[in-house]
């Protein structure tokens, strides 16, 4: 069987190993030395969780703006709290933690100490001079004028934790609520016995819309226009989800295992249907919306004019992810256009569409890879025409983080932008509506995370590399411009130990053209003169992209390196946020998996350091990594020798349907069947690791289980491991220890610790 890998043709990398690094020895330790690697890892993996401090700064803004609070953990649980006034520059402790501390004491009956105040602050009022806090899963507030604290149910309205990831959109699609008030608070809509009836906010009348509602198809989700004349509500055919099953099989105080089930969409599987109405609150009139019924996710929103509220603008996706369509429908006579109409050969990601009505102008911001990358394009909602394409290039706009209709400006991230530099890093940037006057607020190299201030006037910015810790600075949302340097994180624990950090390497995907980014961990005592098997960590799901862009002092790879082994992460073709032709390899074809970048990428590191052992290449990976994990020795067994698959979707027929009809597409065909790890487990060839939680309720136990069925019958040697109470996981601590001990057998060739004689 040949799986298709898009339009681009599949090259075989050529490379030769000098005749020096071919004589270098393959690593292979002892037994005792193994024992004490895994000693050696176990310790440094305890030392290493506490030894890089003030590494982020999440701050708790003043309601407006301009002075903030952020705290730090430290070593041996020292706690530090720091005030940092945008406006003056400065920098303060910004409370006594000596009288807070009394005070807290008192509040609470417990001994807590100034420095290790274990409280988490959550929103700040300088003007009243009030701050709130969580203790445990309390909420505290503190007066600053005399230190009285007191215990509160919730934050005051309008504070809320900073997430430090800026303005976060809502959903696209929603179910409105079924008891809604007009805009002009003169009625209420509710639904009753099915039906949808609209009370007088005083109680003197109420009017029954409609009668025909049954619980089979019953009314519902009912959205009201701004000038409170009319109603949209849908008629709706509720679809109940047929139900996966599992036992629980270790419950304590039982003698019998516990049948659990819950419902479940898998591929194909139908959906609850919305039919269109709207409704005339002055005459009761039905009008039908002429679209077709919605069978795909929800009720969509509904955008009316502001100039004219009966006319109003919702959103369509067809089932398969290759059409979506912004709609307008005249709520007088139902009739309705379209307004925008994108469609793919391929898939659109529609999760990642962005949209953004703006009634004001009739206009509509939204991203489309109609161009090949991710951008953000101006739509005129009156014409349905593309006003103008705001951003442009070979970059990809990754989120947009706020607008400002009145100044007609946008700020976003993108990637990909800066040349030379790694193209998933994530800048931010503003620029005009009408695509001009592009500003980089963060470009220094690295990847970029902000909170922006209340008032929008500066932004907190910290960035980092893999091996280059972060550092964090004040800036100017309007210029861009540093004000502040905030704190660089502290590694000095870390240096003492002589970690080895993650090293990032670039080399050309299966086109010889294309660059495939990864990072590479090797031991910390790793000796250049020798060679060592490897282990890639896969993850190929094509709604992301997985290798670690921040600062990584320490991690599982490497302390799976630390046994031996060079771990590397890639993202090959078919993973997201490059262009979309790098993405639509993944296009019904899940299965490809980056694979042949992956093998590319991994023999040029070998041909550049000596120290990679391409004969001995094993992987691992959790969920659709798990499904990667096993796919490398069934469709790649001249590569990869060794492989520990958890919790795999092993059959994308059984997984979740959201998921898996984005990437594979609609209607189910063959193609699910072919690119089955079940229908071709009798390829396996290799070392095989199946782990599973027998209470997975992601990806169903049975898609292991099945993979286990079918190559018992094929007669095939490989390993189980059935987990007890778990649910999706690659095995929790147990699992990762066999994990280890599979590969230090099957990859260097060593009998792990017999703990059991321990």
């Known amino acids: 069987m040949i799986f298709r890998t898009g339009t681009v043709a599949i090259m075989s990398l050529a490379f030769s190993i000098n005749s020096f690094s071919q004589q270098y020895p393959s690593y292979h330790p002892t037994a005792a030395e193994i024992v004490m690697r895994y000693e050696k890892a176990k310790i440094t993996d305890s030392l290493a969780k506490q030894s890089v401090f003030r590494t982020s700064v999440q701050p708790v803004w003043d309601k407006k703006g301009g002075l903030f609070w952020f705290q730090n953990l430290l070593a041996d649980s020292v706690m530090e709290f720091i005030a940092i006034d945008a406006v003056k520059k400065t920098r303060q402790e910004p409370f006594s933690t000596n009288r807070f501390t009394e005070a807290l004491n008192k509040t609470t009956g417990k001994m807590y100490q100034p420095s290790r105040l274990p409280i988490r602050i959550t929103f700040l009022d300088t003007e009243q001079k009030v701050f709130g806090f969580t203790l445990g899963p309390d909420r505290y507030t503190c007066d600053l004028n005399d230190y009285s604290i007191q215990k509160k149910q919730k934050d005051p309205a309008g504070f809320r934790f900073s997430n430090g990831n800026g303005w976060t959109r809502r959903s696209r699609w929603m179910d409105y609520s079924t008891d809604s008030t007009s805009p002009d608070k003169n009625w209420k809509a509710v639904i009753k016995n099915n039906n949808i009836t ?139 256009r379209t307004v925008y109409d994108e469609q793919a050969t391929t898939f659109i990601y529609e999760s990642r569409i962005y949209t953004e009505y703006l009634p004001e102008t009739n206009e509509v911001l939204l991203t489309s890879e109609r161009d090949g990358w991710r951008h953000i394009y101006l739509l005129d909602a009156m014409s349905g025409k593309i006003r103008n394409q705001v951003t442009r290039g070979n970059w990809v706009v990754k989120e947009i983080d706020s607008i400002d209709s009145r100044k007609r400006e946008i700020w976003f991230r993108a990637a990909g932008i800066n040349p030379g530099e790694d193209p998933y890093n994530v800048h931010h940037y503003r620029i005009r509506f009408d695509g001009k006057n592009l500003v980089a607020l963060n470009p220094e190299p690295g990847n970029h995370s902000v909170s922006y201030s209340p008032d929008g006037k500066y932004m907190v910015n910290t960035w980092s590399q893999v091996n280059i810790a972060p550092i964090t600075v004040l800036r100017s949302v309007e210029t861009g411009k540093p004000l502040m340097n905030i704190q660089h994180a502290d590694t000095s624990r870390l240096l003492v130990l002589k970690m080895s950090l993650p090293m990032p390497f670039r080399a050309k995907g299966r086109d010889g053209i294309t660059d495939i980014w990864g990072v590479v961990c090797r031991p910390s005592d790793f000796d250049s003169a020798k060679k060592y098997p490897v282990i890639e960590n896969i993850y190929a799901g094509p709604q992301d992209a997985f290798v670690p862009k921040n600062y990584l002092p320490y991690g599982e790879m490497q302390s799976i390196a630390e046994l031996g082994f060079i771990v590397v992460q890639i993202d090959g073709m078919g993973t997201a946020n490059r262009s979309k032709a790098f993405h639509d390899v993944a296009w019904k074809n899940i299965a490809d998996a980056g694979f042949p970048d992956r093998k590319a990428w991994i023999r040029s590191l070998a041909a550049q350091y000596p120290w990679v052992d391409t004969s001995k290449v094993g992987l691992y990976g959790t969920s659709a990594g798990g499904q990667n994990a096993m796919g490398g020795l069934l469709f790649h067994p001249d590569f990869y020798k060794a492989a520990v698959s958890s919790c795999g979707c092993h059959d994308n027929r059984v997984d979740k349907q959201w998921w898996n009809e984005q990437w594979m597409g609609y209607p189910v065909g063959k193609h699910y069947d072919e690119q089955s790890n079940i229908t071709n487990a009798y390829r396996l060839k290799g070392d095989l690791l199946l782990i599973v939680g027998d209470e997975d309720s992601n990806v169903p136990p049975e898609s292991t289980y099945r993979v286990v069925d079918a190559l018992i019958k094929c007669n095939k040697q490989f390993d189980f491991l059935s987990i007890p109470g778990m649910g999706h996981s690659d095995g929790g601590n147990y699992g990762r220890m066999r994990k280890r001990d599979f590969f230090v057998k099957s990859l260097l060739g060593v009998d792990p610790p017999k703990r059991n004689a321990l």
């Open 198 to 336: 609209i009370v007088a906010s005083d109680g003197s009348k109420e009017q029954q819309l409609t009668n025909d509602g049954i619980p089979e198809l019953h009314w519902g989700s009912v959205a009201w226009s701004p000038d409170s004349k009319y109603i949209v509500a849908y008629r709706i055919k509720p679809y109940q989800d047929s139900l996966i099953y599992y036992v629980t099989k270790a419950v304590p105080g039982t003698s019998r295992g516990q049948m659990h089930s819950m419902p479940y969409k898998q591929p194909g599987d139908p959906f609850t249907t919305y039919e269109m109405f709207v409704y005339s609150i002055a005459d009761g009139k039905q009008v039908k919306v002429r679209t077709d019924i919605i069978d795909f996710f929800g009720a969509p929103y509904v955008h009316f004019r502001k100039n004219d509220p009966r006319y109003f603008l919702f959103e369509k996706v067809d089932r398969g992810h290759q059409r979506f369509r912004i709609m307008e429908a005249d709520a007088l006579t139902g009739t309705t």
